[in-house]
């Protein structure tokens, strides 16, 4: 088999892993070097701020001991099978950086041989890269669940970013669905990973280092992770590392949607725990792709994008936004609303916090009403300094009347309805089809 038919079959097999944000880290290149971290990218991958840039996203191996009911890759699969050599992936890494088709490389497997074995080959691929060819660009790589934590460690140390991803939200579906791994297997590497980035922050503000052994509870009886961590090796070379932030992107995680029976509250308890607990930079959403044929799967003939969609806006909404989830979904609505964003439904279920008047709401306020945005929120803020503002500056600042003009105030005058009733925006916002998302492919 030839490099481009494997380069067709890995890049193929990688796309199923949306977790491939490239946001945080700015080492730049110096001389004799190759690439650079630094903030600025071309297309593919979303950064923080909202800039694209591009990176060759592979596995290193579609080979996989394991057989998860929902994996593309999974051993019972009759799938065509490949496995790139370390000098390959460098060779294509460099060679597609060398043309400008890539600002940085992705890197995932499946599990070949064991855990260890597995994470030592993609440790392999990423000294290579930073040693041999001087590469300082942008590298995400995946923790294998299961790795020792002195190879954790070391990937911490040459990557930019390191992800392991959860994939179900709970342990009773991890168990069910894909019984090779385990609920602690994938939390170690994550607890050890957040660890490793607060010690290198103190260490570089030369703080004395605290270990925390309180933290938030996970939900569904997740553990702290490790407490015996093995030393790391000094035998390594420190020609990068001694310039290099250790994981300075952070870590992400990915969760899938309906590929078990999870409400959304569910889900959204769980991406605040993890929040909060490991100070994930991203948790990422995917809607299940019914791609296999098992009894253990649901009989869908669509991936639940419209709940994935409705997720990653509660994700947004939490990070950014000051809100809770608890604030979002209850007990007595466990599942966002297919038709309306949760931003909407939540104004529509506190009357009592609106109509927010413009002149004199606070900026907390501003950025709870429906339609109205940061940067927005911050516009009004600075404008109403030199006067009172009317509908019309509002539309000047670019805000959408569209649906903002149901929860604000003018100096105490609406828009256009005065007093509207849920139902009456709920009528007037309600769009013109139940799924308007689709799955997309990305070849």
């Not at 609920?183 to 010690?199: A, K, T, Y």
């Not at 922050?201 to 933290?215: G, V």
């Amino acid at each position: 088999m030839n490099l481009m038919e494997k380069l067709t079959i890995l890049s193929d097999a990688a796309k199923y892993d949306v977790s491939c944000s490239s946001s945080g880290s700015t080492r730049r290149g110096e001389k004799g070097s190759i690439g650079s971290a630094a903030k600025a990218g071309i297309c593919h991958s979303f950064t923080a701020d909202g800039r694209c840039i591009s990176l060759l996203k592979i596995l290193m191996t579609n080979n996989c001991i394991y057989d998860c009911a929902y994996c593309l890759n999974r051993k019972s699969n009759d799938n065509p099978r490949a496995a790139f050599t370390v000098d390959e992936v460098v060779s294509l890494t460099m060679n597609f950086y060398r043309r400008n088709y890539i600002e940085g490389l992705f890197l995932s497997s499946a599990i070949i041989g064991s855990p260890d074995y597995t994470m030592e080959q993609l440790i392999k691929i990423v000294e290579k890269l930073r040693y041999e060819e001087h590469f300082y660009g942008y590298i995400h790589l995946k923790a294998i669940p299961g790795a020792s934590p002195m190879l954790i460690q070391r990937a911490g140390e040459l990557a930019d970013r390191l992800s392991v991803n959860l994939e179900l939200p709970s342990e009773q579906s991890l168990s069910m669905l894909a019984p090779d791994k385990t609920r602690q297997s994938i939390l170690q590497p994550m607890h050890q990973i957040h660890q490793g980035i607060v010690h290198h922050k103190q260490h570089k503000q030369h703080k004395p280092i605290k270990h925390n052994s309180q933290s938030a509870a996970l939900p569904d009886t997740m553990q702290n992770g490790p407490t015996n961590l093995q030393p790391y090796n000094k035998s390594y070379k420190k020609t990068y590392q001694e310039k290099a932030l250790f994981v300075p992107a952070g870590q992400t995680t990915q969760m899938m949607v309906g590929a078990s029976g999870e409400s959304d509250l569910q889900m959204l308890q769980l991406t605040a725990a993890l929040y909060k607990k490991f100070e994930m930079k991203r948790v990422y959403f995917s809607a299940y792709v019914p791609i296999n044929e098992d009894s253990r799967l649901p009989q869908i003939a669509q991936p639940p994008m419209h709940r994935e969609n409705r997720l990653y806006q509660a994700d947004w909404l939490m990070r950014f936004y000051g809100f809770e989830a608890s604030e979002l979904l209850d007990e007595a609505h466990p599942n966002f609303d297919p038709d309306y964003d949760p931003k909407l439904i939540w104004a529509i279920r506190h009357p009592e916090c609106f109509p927010v008047d413009v002149n004199t709401a606070t900026y907390q306020e501003l950025i709870r009403v429906p339609g109205l945005g940061i940067q927005c929120a911050r516009r009004i803020v600075s404008a109403r300094r030199s006067g009172k503002l009317n509908f019309s500056d509002l539309q000047r600042m670019h805000v959408s009347m569209k649906r903002t003009q149901y929860f604000i105030t003018c100096g105490g005058k609406y828009y256009h309805i005065q007093n509207p009733t849920p139902q009456l925006i709920l009528h007037a916002l309600k769009p013109n089809t139940s799924s308007p998302y689709q799955q997309l492919t990305l070849f």
